[in-house]
């Protein structure tokens, strides 16, 4: 029943900004660590960023602290990326997921138990 949806991906320049969306329904969210993912052709999923639902404490990866930041909306179940300062190397499908059992920090995409379809992210030169 849980499902998660992502929206806002698209085409952007170097040095643009974009915010990726993920609608989260079907569950109880309020104890779950939510995690942003990204995955480029023939590389493995990587840790991007996490947030928990019930204070909102952040994670972020070491190749996107400073320039992405994780939020979210508790009364509307969504969770949000704003990514500023975007490279070329930041293109790839980002995931929305979503970690069960408590609001514990993870890293590694088999800690996730929901993932949503992704939302495509090209940055060009």
């Known amino acids: 029943q849980v499902q998660l949806v992502e929206s806002g991906g698209g085409l952007v320049q170097a040095g643009g900004s974009l915010r990726l969306s993920c609608a989260a329904s079907?569950?109880?969210?309020?104890?779950?660590?939510m995690g942003w993912f990204r995955q480029a052709p023939g590389k493995e999923r990587e840790f991007v960023a996490a947030i928990s639902w019930i204070v909102g404490r952040t994670y972020h990866g070491d190749s996107v602290k400073g320039r992405f930041t994780a939020s979210r909306d508790n009364a509307k179940n969504s969770v949000y990326l704003q990514m500023n300062n975007l490279k070329p190397e930041d293109t790839a499908v980002y995931y929305c997921?979503?970690?069960?059992?408590?609001?514990?920090?993870?890293?590694?995409?088999?800690?996730?138990?929901?993932w949503g379809q992704g939302t495509q992210v090209t940055v060009s030169s």
């Open positions: 079907g569950g109880t969210f309020s104890t779950y660590t």
């Open positions: 997921a979503a970690k069960t059992g408590g609001s514990s920090y993870s890293t590694k995409p088999y800690e996730y138990d929901y």
